[in-house]
């Protein structure tokens, strides 16, 4: 089945950890995939291209099917592969409702850490364009979504992933972006659910088989966001 899948990605990317996570959870393993530099615009050749016009990595295909949407992507895979792996839909309604909500809660929360990561290192900003005033507004927000997702983990209680007590579709889609936030530097002392969310699930083995390679090159947290 994996023989008939190809994924073009690129490392550190949230929307393309979001799929690695999913194939390894739904025990996809043995796929066809070609990493793809983000930094040298490699997304954008004439191979990307010719599969997603957008011109944005993931890009996953399976026999003839072309979804180049890393959300679709998920779904995708589960509901075709629904008896393989980690089931990621829970049957109760309670908690499927919660890890639906938090799954698109999730596009908020990863539109809100980008939006930072892109003025401070002036990624598709022109420099002209860049103020501090809007530097100061887009951080103040990310707080605050910060807030949110603590307070949802608190009501959660220790060792509860996003939609219960079981890893999920929300977990699938949103841990990437938790990654991120680590990764550039953000205290888990001053989020301490998240960083134990974090903890927890950064020795999952479809995380850890999945970890951005570059990180694993260098190791080092960025400081970019260590007074958030």
């Known amino acids: 089945m994996a023989k008939d899948m190809t994924l073009l990605w690129g490392s550190g990317s949230p929307p393309c950890w979001r799929v690695l996570i999913a194939l390894e959870e739904k025990s996809l393993q ?8 983000l930094e040298k615009l490699e997304h954008k050749f004439k191979e990307v291209l010719d599969i997603n016009p957008r011109g944005q990595l993931p890009t996953f295909k ?3 099917n072309v979804i180049n ?3 679709a992507a998920c779904f995708y895979l589960e509901s075709q592969f629904k008896s393989q792996g980690t089931k ?3 049957d109760g ?6 890890m639906y909500q938090r799954m ?29 005033s809007a530097l100061k507004r887009n951080k103040e927000a990310l707080v605050s979504e910060l807030r949110l997702w603590e307070s949802y983990l608190q009501k959660l209680g220790s060792g509860s992933y996003l939609a219960g007590p079981s890893f999920t579709l929300a977990d699938v889609v949103v841990f990437p972006t938790v990654g991120t936030l680590f990764r550039f530097g953000l205290s888990p002392e001053r989020y301490p659910k998240l960083g134990e969310y974090y ?3 950064k020795e999952r083995p479809s995380v850890k088989a999945s970890w951005p390679p570059h990180w694993l090159e260098n190791p080092k947290r960025l400081d970019t966001l ?3």
Do not use: C, M
């Open 30 to 37: 043995g796929y066809n995939q070609k990493l793809f530099s």
């Open 62 to 64: 399976h026999g003839d």
């Open 69 to 71: 949407e890393s959300y």
């Open 88 to 90: 990621l839909i829970p």
């Open 93 to 98: 309604p309670a908690e499927q409702a919660l």
């Open 104 to 132: 698109f809660e999730g596009l908020t929360f990863y539109e809100k850490l980008n939006v930072v990561i892109y003025y401070t290192f002036n990624w598709f900003v022109p420099e002209g364009e860049r103020h501090e």
């Open 199 to 201: 903890n927890l699930l």
């Open 226 to 228: 260590k007074d958030i």
